[in-house]
């Protein structure tokens, strides 16, 4: 009986090594399924911080075609983040983007739920480490956006989206609770509706090699929610163009615009600068203002079909109505790396580093990322 157990032990943990090079020999073949078949790819989550505690969980991105015969249908993705901690923290987020048969509807639709700490600096361009102050954010957000194509690369949308926000000050004193600047500090609730313009000519929504992409979006909230709640509006300009400047080597740039504006606007609705996918190096909120413009350029070097190298570089800022000024862009810039785990549809996992500006006494800003697809 023994002498069975080892054999099988044995055989067992000898099929179990053969099927881990299956996979591994899998995950870097350099060949390319033409099958369009679907694909999954999760990405766990594991990091630990004194405020959080121990924070674990999982993200993954689920790519799909709605019509496996059209070899111009887009690639439909849907994504989600499930994570917890250990000082009862959870943040859930599924987000679904969808092009139907013949590419005639996109759809797009955000789903979250949110109780996580975060760093609070005040309000403008030039906020201070000194300042900051931590806060415990409540969120709840939904949005819904439907366009349909109606000239050849154009399509028109309407949008339906509900945010509602709950704060807590762990650092009661702070500049939070001081300034008066700082409208909103019991949260509250928005309702957006809105309408869009995009022209998109992208050869591929995942990784473009070339093309162009532009899109701006209006949004107004009415006053249904009474009290102090948001009554206003807000636009959003996005352009994107893609250049092949040889075989395996394509030049993308990246511009947005983002405004807010109203009387009263809350403090969580004013846009930010910075996340993983532009101003990469800053922390997302460490600068916030009624409006924020920001560029980026990417170069992007395709190794292999598995992998690939780029460089990035960029500037930004955020700035009070009429406040605009040359000077005050910031800088970021930064590489990565790229595993493409679906060469097919161009998707991948990737890795960058990046570095911002370098304030009187205080660190460099900068920001490692791991994610789900290319950050523009």
């Known amino acids: 009986m023994r002498k069975f157990l080892i054999c099988t032990t044995l055989l067992l943990s000898t099929l179990h090594g053969f099927g881990q ?11 390319v399924d033409s099958t369009r078949k679907a694909s999954f790819m999760p990405l766990p989550l594991l990091r630990y911080s004194q405020e959080v505690g121990l924070e674990f969980g999982v993200g993954g991105l689920y790519s799909t075609y709605v019509d496996k015969t059209d070899t111009l249908n887009r690639s439909s993705n849907f994504s989600t983040v499930l994570s917890f901690s250990t000082k009862k923290q959870y943040n859930v987020s599924l987000k679904g983007d969808v092009w139907t048969k013949h590419n005639d509807y996109h759809l797009i639709s955000e ?7 975060f760093d609070f600096f005040g309000i403008g361009n030039q906020t201070l480490e000194a300042n900051k102050d931590r806060l415990v954010q409540r969120q709840i957000r939904t949005f819904f956006d439907a366009e349909k194509n109606i000239l050849p690369f154009a399509y028109t949308g309407v949008s339906l989206g509900y945010e509602n926000y709950h704060f807590t000050d762990k650092d009661p004193g702070g500049i939070y609770s001081t300034d008066p600047a700082v409208l909103g500090k019991d949260g509250g609730s928005v309702l957006f509706i809105g309408v869009s313009q995009t022209y998109d000519t992208r050869n591929s929504n995942n990784y473009p090699t070339k093309g162009f992409f532009g899109r701006v979006s209006y949004q107004y909230a009415p006053n249904i929610f009474g009290k102090n709640d948001f009554n206003g509006s807000q636009i959003k300009v996005v352009v994107r163009n893609f250049w092949p400047l040889a075989k395996r ?15 009263n606007t809350p403090f969580y609705l004013l846009p930010q600068l910075g996340n993983d996918e532009i101003m990469r190096g800053y922390y997302s909120g460490r600068y916030r203002d009624a409006n924020l413009l920001a560029a980026q350029t990417e170069l992007r070097y395709r190794l292999s079909n598995r992998f690939g190298l780029v460089v990035f570089g960029g500037g930004g800022q955020v700035f009070a109505n009429g406040g605009f000024a040359f000077s005050q862009f910031k800088p970021s810039v930064g590489g990565g790396i790229r595993y ?10 990737r890795a960058d580093y990046a570095v911002g500006e370098k304030n009187p006494g205080e660190a460099r800003q900068s920001g490692f990322y791991l994610s789900l697809a290319e950050a523009f």
Do not use: C, H, W
């Open 21 to 31: 090079m299956k996979l591994i020999k899998r995950m870097l073949s350099e060949d």
């Open 111 to 117: 789903l979250r739920f949110r109780s996580m700490p």
């Open 249 to 263: 080597l394509v030049l993308g740039v990246n511009g947005i615009y983002y405004t807010i504006q109203s009387k």
């Open 340 to 349: 493409f785990y679906d060469p097919a549809k161009g998707l991948s996992v």
